[in-house]
């Protein structure tokens, strides 16, 4: 997509609540990241982007430190950010979230809206992740839980490979039956979102 393009979808969501340089993390590693920046830039906003570091932890401590009002990135980033800072007992001071627009099912948005204290906003402009059904089913599955944090699934000769990344002492739901399965606690010094790892 143009960034004069970007930058006018993304405005029209934006210009109902930014204040001028007010300060929006930008939840996207990269050039989707750097796109994002120049269009809140453009509407008159400070973005505040990433680094190198894409650690849940790093991720958190932006979104601390900064004191970001807004942020805009995909709904199980921001879901598994307002999860860290609640089991890290960090406050956050974002009032407003922009999701990519149809994509986030309705109860992971009322669960960032309620966890976050902010108001959702849907801008069609920005990048989506795509999921198959099987995905969604498993994202309601395990990611609905305030115990688990992240997850992954691998297609293998020998069936599907699943990854559980949770909190340490959370409840946890059955988790389904698959080939393989890795359960395991967040490591804060090495964690990083599944989607946004190197393929």
Partial sequence: MEQATLERLLSDKLNRFL??????????????GEALAEAVEGCGGKP?????????KSLLRLAFSSRASAVIGSAEILLGLRKVAKATMTPLFIRNVVLPEGQSPGWMREDISRGLDCRIWEADALPREPLDEGQTILQERLLSWSGILDFRIRQTESGSDLEVVSFSGEKLPRLPSCAKLTLRSWDPERDIPFCWEIR
């Fill in 19 to 32: 204040h001028r340089q007010e300060r929006v993390l930008i939840c996207a590693p990269g050039q989707a």
């Fill in 48 to 56: 505040v982007t990433l680094g190198a570091d894409l650690r849940w």
